[in-house]
């Protein structure tokens, strides 16, 4: 009995470890990708992925390949707004500290999409309705995730979605943007300055080590979010992530 349990849970740890690798090849694979990337033998995997496709977390396409199946995206909204619960004590400390709006947002797809945020209680400040989806290349919640994806993959994304200007401001120039995400490597945090809307700067940085890749940002009137004002900010910033980051990782928030 007891090894027909360990044998279901090493099920289950290799079923998850698949889906994982499908999400990390653009969601449709064939079975000697996985086979090969996951060095499990294609009978093995075979029978995960026909378990899979009964459950509807998987779909064989007409190719013969697999992808992802519509049954997860429930499971993935759900998840994402449990994140954006999970986070807003921690948005809460950061505007608490800062005075400014905090926003958390995910990459989904070509698009950002924000999944909380913790209102400044100026009069003057900046509002994102959750749920809003906007292009990265104009955002610092977008900066900074594509700033750890590598450039082919940005270069592609930037080819998708046509890199239009938001502002006067924006980035439109692929090169000039990947010299922007290699700034932002060095320096460990991203800025939009007057680049999604004139007016209001955004400092954003990466949740390190999140179970899928997350970025949280204070924004407010340029003429509050200033050089001066950066410097106090952004330590806060990467304080508040890696706080939100070792509660979501612990499996816990608060």
Not at 42 to 57: A, E, F, N, S, W
Not at 205 to 229: D, K, L, M, Q, Y
């Amino acid at each position: 009995m007891a090894s027909d349990r360990a044998g279901g849970v090493q099920s289950l740890e290799r079923a998850f470890d698949l889906l994982e690798r499908m999400a990390d090849a653009g969601g449709e694979v064939g079975l000697s990708e996985l086979s090969t990337s996951s060095g499990l033998p294609l009978p093995t995997i075979h029978r995960l992925m026909r378990t899979l496709v009964d459950c509807g977390y998987v779909r064989q396409q007409p190719n013969r390949r697999y992808a992802l199946g519509p049954r997860l995206i429930r499971l993935g909204e759900t998840a994402s707004r449990l994140l954006g619960t999970w986070a807003r004590p921690y948005l809460a400390e950061l505007v608490d500290a800062t005075g400014e709006t905090a926003n958390m947002a995910l990459l989904d797809g070509d698009e950002v999409v924000y999944v909380a945020q913790v209102p400044s209680r100026h009069s003057m400040r900046m509002f994102t309705e959750v749920g809003r989806r906007v292009l990265p290349h104009s955002t610092g919640v977008g900066k900074a995730l594509l700033a750890h994806v590598p450039p082919e993959e940005v270069r592609a994304l930037l080819g998708r979605t046509g890199m239009p200007a938001a502002t006067e401001r924006t980035i439109t120039d692929p090169d000039a943007f990947l010299a922007e995400l290699a700034h932002i490597r060095e320096q460990g945090y991203a800025v939009d300055d007057n680049e999604q809307e004139i007016g209001v700067r955004c400092l954003a940085v990466t949740v390190p080590g999140s179970p899928t890749a997350a970025a949280i940002s204070v924004s407010g009137p340029a003429g509050r979010v200033t050089e001066a004002a950066t410097e106090k900010i952004v330590p806060v910033l990467q304080a508040a992530a890696r706080h939100l980051s070792a509660a979501l990782t612990a499996g816990t928030a608060g």
